[in-house]
């Protein structure tokens, strides 16, 4: 149990010890308020009293202090308008908290929540048709964060990247391959290559209407007929495709547990529609089998066309059944675009209806899309911006930045800080946004060492090791002679962090631990210009600050960590 969950069973306790609050649930009533002057938690309980006990809040409220016997980490308690204020004893509270955070470092903010639980979070997936484009990022970022997120939490974590490897786009890809590629093996990265045989497809499809119908009678004979010559191609198209993809994984640091194939969970999905289909859950429909879901208040769905091929949905409902069985899940998270919600509500409708009763720990995290500034991306007419790219783009522009304030490094040093610096970039602009946004794509923004950025929180904690090197004290005991405001909003600051990490894994919002380390960056930018440290008063002042110093660090670095971003010595 963190601190700030201790004090609040501790001000609980002591409420429910008065004689009208004792079978209240007096948790509800604990807020924290909106300014600093009214206190550290506010208690609200004696508006709801109010009317039962015929008094007005305030008097509720001034019974409730004068009854409150002295609470631990409590220095005062005053009413105001009807509200019970709690003012923390910081002097107190900064022993404590700077103590746990040394003791603890990188498991400081870690919980036992998800113990003995198993969750598998399956994000990415690419369709393996072309290279990962800018809006491929936020499902991979996203997904690889909460992860770390759940992982960090106590659960026991499956990456999965689910392959889309069969449908009519990578039949297009396969039979443009075939009619122009004349057995080449890939040049260069593969998946990056093949593109342009996908955007040759769709430029002679506007002219050559033939061509759709050749790319259908190639996915009949791969799933249908497995045809034998045309299994092997399919597959060495995509697993090239792929091994592209795990190029940019490895680029972008992203790892996965397992990789699912949607070819492998075709016969299992059809089962399951026979299933549906004899339980009177599907219908037929002009040969294709419909699943009946109006009676539920969301649309049918085709779950096999009427030439007898599968859909997405065919392998997603073979697959989900296989995973949950296959590896003893608890939970199962889709981290998929917006686009999809329908998608999710049908799929977990048939699932439902089918009669699995674990369909109620599945959960889809929904997100908006990835913009240009320039408008709408199109990877089919190859007006789309590659991860690939970006990467490159912004360590580029990374290392005009290392090389303006650092010109004396070797070249290697900064290629090196410049790639920790790009990367990080990208990676904390798409998770600082709600999944709720959208987030059109800045590249100068990105790179900003001031204001709401990656490098902006890297740099933080660069000062932060900075003054710790040039110290070059050990950490001892130190005792703390008076606390500055802005020394008190720090504490409170990382104080919160376990709180932010538990509504962050609760909620499913990496961006929750974004606006927190920001908002620490911002405190500790304003404690270093405000508060001296090696050149404090006194030796009692400098060592408080140097623990606040190291307490701030191990936080920062926490929250790098969960983020999947690079810690960076030199700036």
């Not at 998770?431 to 490098?455: A, E, R, S, Y």
Request: aromatic content about 12%; proline content about 2%; overall charge positive.
């Amino acid at each position: 149990m963190y601190l700030q969950e201790k004090i609040l069973n501790e001000i609980c306790k002591e409420l429910k010890k008065i004689d009208f609050l004792k079978e209240r649930k007096v948790e509800k009533f604990i807020e924290k308020p909106p300014r600093e002057d009214y206190g550290d938690y506010a208690c609200n309980i004696a508006f709801s009293l109010s009317k039962e006990m015929k008094k007005s809040p305030m008097d509720i409220a001034e019974d409730i202090a004068k009854k409150l016997k002295p609470i631990k980490f409590v220095e005062k308690v005053e009413v105001k308008n009807g509200y019970v204020n709690f003012f923390l004893n910081y002097k107190l509270i900064s022993t404590y908290v700077l103590n746990e955070v040394k003791k603890m470092k990188k498991g400081y903010g870690k919980s036992n929540f998800g113990r003995g639980k198993r969750v598998m979070i399956e994000f990415s997936q690419p369709n393996p048709v072309h290279p990962m484009h800018i809006g491929h990022a936020r499902t991979t970022f996203l997904g690889d964060v909460l992860a770390n997120i759940f992982a960090f939490s106590g659960f026991k974590v499956i990456r999965a990247n689910y392959m889309n490897d069969v449908g009519l786009q990578v039949a297009k890809l396969v039979t443009a391959y075939k009619l122009w590629g004349n057995n080449q093996k890939p040049q260069g990265k593969a998946d990056m290559w093949l593109w342009e045989y996908y955007v040759k497809f769709h430029e002679e499809e506007k002219i050559n209407k033939d061509l759709e119908s050749k790319a259908r009678e190639m996915l009949r004979k791969f799933e249908l007929l497995k045809d034998k010559e045309t299994v092997e191609l399919w597959k060495k198209v995509v697993n090239w495709c792929i091994d592209g993809f795990k190029e940019t994984y490895r680029n972008i640091d992203v790892k996965f547990d397992v990789y699912f194939y949607e070819s492998d969970f075709r016969e299992k999905g059809k089962e399951l529609v026979k299933k549906a289909l004899n339980k009177g859950i599907a219908f037929e429909s002009d040969g294709a089998i419909v699943a009946n879901l109006e009676n539920f208040g969301l649309p049918n769905i085709v779950l096999l066309r009427s030439d007898g091929t599968g859909l997405y949905q065919t392998s997603d409902l073979g697959l989900t059944v296989y995973k949950f069985k296959k590896y003893k899940l608890d939970e199962s998270i889709w981290v998929v675009s917006s686009q999809q919600n329908l998608y999710f509500k049908q799929l977990f409708k048939i699932l439902e209806i089918l009669g699995f009763k674990w369909v109620k720990n599945c959960h889809h995290l929904s997100f908006e899309h990835v913009v240009l500034q320039e408008g709408k991306m199109s990877s089919r007419e190859g007006r789309a911006i590659m991860i690939d790219e970006v990467v490159e783009k912004l360590n580029n522009l990374a290392l005009d930045e290392v090389n303006k304030r650092n010109v004396c490094l070797n070249e290697k040093t900064k290629m090196n800080i410049a790639k920790q610096i790009g990367i990080s970039a990208l990676r904390y602009w798409i998770l600082k946004v709600d999944t709720n946004n959208m987030i059109t794509f800045d590249w100068k923004q990105m790179l900003n060492f001031d204001g709401n950025t990656g490098p902006y929180i890297q740099y933080a904690y660069t000062r932060c090791n900075g003054i710790l090197k040039k110290s070059g004290e050990k950490f001892e005991k130190f005792k703390i002679i008076e606390i500055l405001p802005v020394e008190k909003k720090l504490i409170k600051k990382i104080m919160e962090f376990p709180e932010v990490v538990a509504k962050a894994c609760n909620d499913m919002k990496p961006n929750y631990i974004c606006n927190y380390v920001y908002e620490l960056s911002s405190i500790f930018t304003e404690f270093y210009h405000s508060c001296p440290v090696l050149k404090a008063e006194n030796q009692d002042v400098k060592k408080f600050r140097l623990n606040l110093v190291l307490s701030t660090k191990i936080v920062i670095e926490n929250c790098l960590k969960l983020l999947g971003m690079k810690t960076v010595e030199i700036m």
